[in-house]
């Protein structure tokens, strides 16, 4: 074989790496994409029980209940336009607070958000993105300075 | 009086950067030597002027002199010595002050240790390395100035984040940074030799060096901070495809793509336009992190500064550096001479493919990374990409990577017939296959597991084959043997080493990823929990003060068959100052495995909530990385990488100049 | 392995031989790539609002899909691309059993199926057939043409990711318009009314 056909076999070779990784990554995109919801959102449409979703917005104040077994808790995540109760079970993140934002990973079952994941910011100044824009979208959001 | 000297010297510092950044290229232009000459001073001044600066602020946060508003925003009296001292990293203007001192300091080291580089490249390199540094200090000056007054001062600070008040982060933005920032001298190589026209092997050996420096800093770097975010966050992980860690990975894997395709452009003077495109990329990758991090634009568990007018501003920066590189690239690579030719079955083709594999890897990461961005921004739809996703995009693109890293050693260069390299894969195989029983009969699967500690075994197998190759390894006495194993040169050893900690990681992912069990529940005093054949009894709970955090202590006794084997001290802190808790995990590792206790809040029925672990392998991850490390840094000192070796290698006498090879 | 030995490297490259443009073209792609990725970067910085445009299919055709039948209403035949766009405009709506706000919004699309202003067609999207029949047996059915999307696959051709919705479809088979979450008779009245009658112009 010549130069030139070796070539080829090269291009095909890096045609073929590019083609396999567009495929994983399409593949990938359409199954483990999670969409993010305000309340309003979550009141407005459903969902499918097994769709996951991520929810965001203040967690309310004096909405967080310990169940007795003790890992179980119960809040409400506000966008301070609608709200969505949450159930989740396990130690929630240092930063989880009343009245501070958070955001929930899950799947709503019955109008009752079950949370397997809860994040909260690491930083407390700092506004999630998606709970910052959930607030705008429904007109309640103070500024940057919110603390 | 401090604070000011520090911003006069920034000052100072960006006056001596404009120099270094316009003298020389005008002289190279008008072929005057000595305005070529002023960039090699002006890269000293500027970093002596920088280190002033950041003497200075730690100065500051080392007295807690809370008339400077970096200092009170992220400081506090009460915070321990160390912390004060690392503070002054642990904040937006802190870590840009480090960023581009250690941009000064590659300076530096380029201007002191580039003695054999061609006048006119040398000045060119320096200068673009200062116009990077430039467009960070106008950038500090003008929106991130470390060292503005506050009056009047505060009674005391507001304290750092407590999550950071920790030893990881004393030296992981250092290392991280080390790694980031010293890809800019490889990126400076590249833009100074599309300038000038000079991409040959040559060029190839003076960037590897500081590609292998920056390299092993930034392994170092995400080990550490993937170490600190499994003991500080408390949630037993070691890797989230977190946007931030991921900023750092891309760069990471830009790097070695391009330590992989110097060794071809350095022996082969092939693949060269190539290697100049990682080497730009390598850095853009870095600028891009640095942007995604400090302006807010992803949303990411770590971000500690977020600021869209910072934003637009290193937007702009980036459009012109990366968009002028990369355009720069696209007029002067087409002109490139090709080098020599190789088949798709040699070294250079195993190398090649490597290449194809990390940057693949790197493009899916990067989708993986902005596709909420972009998505946001044309169809206002909000999506979390997670761990699935990159589980199952990045992971498989590293299985032939995995495969090809022992078959690649073996093969020689230009042209490797199958004859020649297939059986010198039997014993791998042979591992390999082994390695796969043993874990199947072992554990029992899942068949994921299986494969890959069937390819690490094949890796470490490899890696051995090829060394024995080497040695003659049973071909030649063993006195021969030996010998030659003591005359490899270093750069062999490097690979090896290196090639070897790849293996020591996977089976540290393929175990945590696998095996890992974890209990949670709340326990009183007394209580026991078993997990993974460990019995682990709360003792009791209480209150431990600590120096700015009262911290509550729970006992647990960890025993296997009833032998007490540690007794662990997980704690959740609580800090007043800035009214946060920490959680602080208590980890027992047997090398084998770690066992890892979180405390958690109190039940209202009694009790407390217990998350317990059992992470098998997860230390081989960081002992993984470190060999990597071990095994760039013993590259580092082979005698051809030094970056005087070119002219001191006369010297040596002709034989011994053919063994050094490879 | 065989050492090379040192070879003599080029000390500088040749001088620039005449380079066809598709050649050169090749190496422009990165510049490409960055400036798609600078701007999508620098929008989202300088808007920092969710873009203004609610679906990357409006003004694109329908997308490729083809359902069966829904339980129970096999006579009206299934439903899928071939059927929009016959010089018709039409609304796709969105639908489940299991969709709280589905039910909210039925008797709206039951009264617009009355008055025939404009065809209707049904997605019922990864609900049980079961359901999906008793549902619309107790509720009524608005729908011209209705298919069963059982594994929600024509819903993500669609860019479906919560029930209901609503599109509105024109002659030529473009999506001109996309409605999210229940439809009001406020909705109906000031946006897709008026949007249907201008596309009839």
Redesign the interface.
Known sequence: MK?KH?RL??LG??LG??G??AG??L???????????DPS?LK??????E?RL?VGGLVEEESVV?A????TVRFVITDLAHTVPVTY????P??FREGQGVVA?GYLKGGVFEADEV?A????N?M???VA?AL??SGNWKGEDAE | MIAEIGHYALVLALAMTLVQAVAPPLGARLGDGALMALARPAAAAQFLFISAALACLMHAFVVSDFSVVTVADNSHSAKPLLYKFTGTWGNHEGSMLLWVWILAVYGALVAAFGRNLPPRFRAWVLAVQAFVGLGFLVFILATSNPFLRLDPAPFDGRDLNPLLQDPGLAFHPPLLYLGYVGLSTAFSFAVAALIEGRVNAAWARWVRPWTLLSWCALTAGIALGSWWAYYELGWGGYWFWDPVENASFMPWLMATALLHSSIVAEKRDSLKSWTVLLAILGFSLSLLGTFLVRSGVLTSVHSFASDPARGVYILVFLVVVIGGSLTLYAWRAPGMRAGGSFRPLSREGSLLANNLLLAVGCATVFIGTLYPLVLDALAGQKVSVGPPFFESTFVPLMIPLLLMMAAGPLMAWKRAGPGAVLPRLAVPLVCAAAVAAAVAARSGGPWGAVLGMALAGWVAAGVLTELAERIRLFRVPLGESARRLAGLPRAAWAMSIAHLGVAVLVVGTVGAGNWAGEREQVMRPGDSVALAGYDFQLLDIGDVPGPNYLARQGRVRVSDGGEEIALLLPERRHYPVQDTWTTEAAIHTTWLADLYVVVGEDAPGGGTAVRIHHNPLVPWIWIGALVMVAGGAVSLTDRRHRVGAPTRRRAVPATATATAGD | MADEGTRTPAEDQAAAKPVSPALRLRYLVPVFLFVALAAALGVQLLTGEPGKVPSALIDKPVPAFSLPAVQGFEEAGGFETAHLGQGEIALVNVFASWCGPCRVEHPLLMALAEAGTVPIYGINYKDTPADAERWLGRLGNPYARMGADVDGRAGIEWGVYGVPETFVVDGAGRIRHRHVGVLTPQDLDETILPLIEDLRG
């Open positions: 130069r070796w076999v090269f070779a890096g790496a590019l396999l990784a994983l990554v593949t990938a995109l359409d199954d483990t994409l999670v969409f993010f919801h959102t407005e449409r459903a969902f499918p029980a769709q991520r310990r007795d077994d003790g890992l079970r396990g130690i929630l240092d930063l990973e994040l910011k690491h930083d407390e700092y999630p993105r998606e824009d705008k979208k």
